[in-house]
């Protein structure tokens, strides 16, 4: 069965710190990989995402992502955090075999202070 | 271009009663899937149509659980009686194609008391 981990349901910063959101995966084959992202009362957002060639991939808002087959990690980072990217984190991937399906981490909370 | 809209945004029931999500998709999307997070846990998939046909439903959860969508248009979620335990945040999702990007609407709260 496939999974995906978030470490940390609940991450907080302060305003101009290093965001770092952590996800890896259990795949047999290297899978799609997604971030999405939920800011209140909103729908899930796509932030970025991998399928093939560069493994560093910059997505919407500044936030970027690294695909490193070795340690089966896809983790989100952002240099500077600001209030407005406040929201929940999901990390995501789909199978190459079966592209129909998402599969989900459980989310982590990201909260800014001041 | 309107975006994946859910109904109702909050629905609050009594177990044993029946509860109908409705799903409208982006126009011209074929691909519509239902995704359920329980509890603050992982969004689990549900089941994803193309057009009106059933693709895959195998993560639906039980027989209390009906998913239509007449016409390929719109779908709708029933469930049919409530358990305390199908609380959570329903979402919906469109595509284009199977391979192409996934919108998703703003989910359906739902509790069961």
């Known amino acids: 069965a496939q999974s995906v981990t978030q470490l940390g349901s609940h991450v907080s910063v302060s305003e101009g710190a290093l965001v770092l959101l952590r996800c890896n995966y259990s795949s047999s084959v290297p899978p799609y990989l997604f971030w999405y992202v939920q800011y209140p009362n909103q729908g899930l957002q796509l932030l970025l995402k991998y399928t093939t060639g560069a493994t560093l991939v910059k997505g919407i808002n500044g936030f970027e992502a690294e695909f490193k087959k070795s340690e089966t990690s896809f983790h989100l980072t952002k240099p500077s955090a600001h209030m407005s990217d406040a929201a929940e984190y999901f990390c995501?991937?789909?199978?190459?075999?079966?592209?129909?399906?998402?599969?989900f981490g459980s989310g982590t909370k990201l909260n800014v202070k001041p | 271009e309107a975006g994946v809209t859910q109904f109702p945004s909050h629905s609050v029931i009594e177990k044993g009663q029946t509860v109908t999500l409705r799903c409208d998709p982006i126009?011209?999307?074929?691909?519509l899937y239902w995704y359920r997070r329980v509890m603050g846990k992982e969004i689990k998939f549900l089941l994803h149509?193309?057009?009106?046909?059933?693709?895959?439903e195998s993560g639906m959860p039980n027989n209390r659980f009906l998913a239509e969508r007449t016409g390929g248009t719109y779908s709708t979620l029933k469930v049919q009686p409530a358990e305390l335990e199908d609380s959570g945040v329903y979402f919906c999702a469109s595509s284009r194609d199977t391979n192409t990007e996934a919108f998703f609407g703003q989910g359906t709260r739902l509790t069961v008391v």
């Open positions: 995501a991937v789909r199978l190459p075999y079966n592209f129909n399906k998402f599969y």
């Open positions: 126009s011209g999307h074929d691909n």
């Open positions: 149509f193309v057009k009106e046909s059933k693709q895959d």
